[in-house]
């Protein structure tokens, strides 16, 4: 864990020989620069903090770890990531207690392409740390079935089947913008199954957090920015069924200029990490 951490700062510096701010700036929601400390002492006074990557952005990941490793100081920890889903948590929990070796783990978790680089370091620090890791994302081949047949697709499964998601039927507004702006984005390839889909996947996320969420413990989630910008997706059904916890919600962008926060890109979270655009990725 600790070679890769190494090596992904030395690509880093290596590869961009930038400092720090050049890198990337934090912002508030309103497009105000913050300093990462400052954020820190917020979120450790959340509840629940969602952290919105860009999967193949390397400040993201390596951001995640630093916010994990800080926070584990100070709190009690409860890690989760959209990365791995719910039918996994048995192989997950097994390379947790050290029952099973990473190259195992690789052959009975459908582990994303990226994750030897950007996902083991956090999964070896829960495990060093001993920290629970929540898969919380529901299994592929049935958000695929929401995407050919919208939720009517997933009645016909059996009642074990179902506990890898959220309890059907799902709440769903369709009229949601960021749902809205998924068709746009997709165009021809867009459909209200795909929208469906994406909610089904937030809904179950949101699901797992709060069942493995307990008082006193602060929950960090680890997902694509797009599941939890301006406030929707995950939060939203987050908040739908437990308003009074406190949330705390980080994105990740992508600029030319760093050193102003696109209007675009202002009011996507509560801290809104800004990396330069000529960032080299992961993949």
Not at 58 to 77: A, D, F, G, K, M
Not at 126 to 150: D, H, S
Request: charged share 20%.
């Amino acid at each position: 864990m600790k070679n890769s951490i190494l090596s992904l700062a030395l690509l880093l510096i290596t590869n961009l020989a930038y400092t720090q701010e050049r890198a990337y700036v934090v912002y508030t929601a309103q497009g105000k620069k913050v300093s990462y400390e400052k954020m820190m002492k917020s979120l450790v006074k959340s509840d629940v903090v969602l952290f919105g990557e860009l999967h193949n952005n390397p400040i993201s990941h390596w951001l995640q770890y630093e916010v994990t490793s800080e926070l584990n100081n100070t709190r009690e920890l409860v890690l989760g990531a959209e990365m791995f889903e719910a039918d996994n948590q048995i192989p997950l929990n097994q390379y947790l207690l050290d029952s099973i070796t990473s190259k195992e783990l690789d052959t009975l978790a459908r582990l994303w392409p990226n994750h030897k680089t950007d996902y083991a370091p956090l999964v070896n620090f829960a495990k060093e740390n001993q920290l629970p890791f929540i898969a919380t994302n529901i299994p592929r081949r049935y958000a695929r079935m929401v995407f050919k047949k919208g939720f009517e697709g997933l009645d016909s499964l059996t009642s074990m089947e179902k506990e890898w998601m959220a309890p059907l039927p799902i709440p769903f507004d369709s009229e949601l913008p960021t749902y809205k702006n998924i068709l746009v984005m997709m165009g021809d390839h867009g459909s209200p199954s795909l929208v469906k889909a994406q909610a089904m996947k937030d809904a179950t996320m949101a699901h797992f957090i709060l069942a493995n969420y307990k008082a006193d413990q602060l929950f960090l989630h680890f997902n694509g920015a797009y599941h939890s910008d301006f406030y929707e997706g995950i939060l939203w059904y987050l908040k739908g069924a437990q308003k009074d916890l406190n949330y705390t919600t980080i994105s990740t962008v992508s600029q030319e200029n760093i050193k102003e926060l696109l209007e675009e890109n202002r009011s996507k979270a509560d801290y809104i990490i800004c990396v330069d655009e000529n960032m080299t990725t992961t993949y």
